[in-house]
């Protein structure tokens, strides 16, 4: 998959030092005007280490805007521009994929973004976990994130996590039946 440049309607950008650089401004091309951003970070583990080399990708209207490899520490940070509807995708070979979608359609001071970064903390379980089980609930989103405005943060859905952990656990139970 190739990563298209996409319009300033739909900017991604990667915080990096202090520093906003729009992740799809091509060389030589002028940038646009910043965007304000929710700062996005996390890390990706297994349950017991860092996952080195984990893929972090976003999408943006179903288009690849951004990808990061992790390094040793397997922390991420992004920035999604507000006003859009993003998918975080996290890959790393041999385990299943997971994907949230976070929503950044909120009526709020850009100047109170820094002080609500959105904390991504990711458990990825080896695909030899499933062998047995139907794992096509996996495809869908693991937890949704939406701005809240009587909370004044961006916040998962409770009820939808709740319902995907529930379908979690049953592919891993019908995996653990079919392996006796």
Same mark, same amino acid.
């Given at each position: ?21 729009p992740a799809? *401004? ?9 965007s304000?951003?929710?700062? +996005?970070?996390? /890390? %990706? =583990?297994d349950g $017991?280490s860092n ?11 179903n288009?690849l ?10 922390k991420?940070?992004?920035?999604? *521009?507000l006003?859009?509807?993003f998918?975080?995708q ?5 385990? +299943?994929?997971k /994907? %949230? =979608?976070?929503? $950044?359609h909120?009526?709020i001071?850009p100047?109170?973004?820094?002080m609500?970064?959105?904390?991504m903390?990711?458990?990825m ?5 499933y062998e047995?089980?139907d ?13 809240d405005?009587?909370?004044?943060a ?27």
């Open positions: 998959m190739t990563i298209s440049p996409r319009p300033v309607t739909c900017m991604l950008t990667m915080v990096m030092m202090s520093m906003v650089l799809s *401004a091509q060389p030589g091309e002028e940038r646009p005007e910043k304000p951003l929710l700062p +996005v970070s996390g /890390r %990706i =583990v $017991t996952l080195v080399g984990s893929s972090v990708k976003v999408f943006c209207d288009d805007v951004f990808e990061q490899v992790t390094e040793r520490s397997g991420f940070q992004i920035g999604l *521009a006003g859009h509807l998918t975080v996290f890959e790393h070979p041999g385990h +299943v994929t /994907r %949230i =979608v976070v929503d $950044t909120a009526n001071d100047k109170e973004l820094a609500m970064p959105l904390q903390d990711v458990m379980l080896p695909i030899s976990r047995g089980a794992t096509d609930v996996m495809d869908m989103p693991f937890a949704m994130v939406r701005y405005k009587r909370i004044g961006f916040v998962q859905d409770l009820e939808y996590t709740a319902d995907m952990q529930r379908a979690n656990g049953a592919a891993l139970l019908q995996a653990g039946r079919a392996r006796k």
